[in-house]
């Protein structure tokens, strides 16, 4: 929201085997060079601590979206 001007967003959030995916996707200007600052990488760091993957897509006048793909555990394997 900061940079992009976006006018609505879409979030969907799915369970696939043993992952739950997670994308948050704007209609804003978007962006040809991704620059990681404070957000970006507090994003990549929340992700890997829960051994997740996460990737940002954007590009010019087409939005920018942050899609993440994270192991699901249930409350039985965490003990």
Same mark, same amino acid.
Request: net charge positive; proline share 3%.
């Given at each position: 929201?900061?940079?992009?001007?976006?006018? +609505?967003?879409? $979030?969907?959030? +799915?369970?696939?085997?043993?992952? $739950?995916?997670? +994308?948050?996707?704007?209609?804003?200007?978007?962006?040809?060079?991704?620059?990681?600052?404070?957000?970006?990488?507090?994003?990549?760091?929340? $992700?890997?601590?829960?051994?997740?993957?996460?990737?940002?897509?954007?590009?010019?006048?087409?939005?920018? +979206?942050?899609?993440?793909? $994270?192991?699901?555990?249930?409350?039985?394997?965490?003990?």
């Amino acid at each position: 929201m900061k940079h992009g001007n976006p006018g +609505a967003f879409q $979030i969907e959030v +799915a369970k696939r085997g043993h992952f $739950i995916h997670v +994308a948050v996707k704007d209609d804003g200007s978007g962006c040809s060079e991704i620059s990681k600052s404070h957000g970006l990488r507090g994003i990549e760091e929340r $992700i890997q601590l829960l051994e997740g993957t996460v990737r940002f897509c954007s590009e010019k006048d087409r939005g920018f +979206a942050v899609i993440a793909k $994270i192991p699901y555990v249930t409350a039985r394997e965490s003990v």
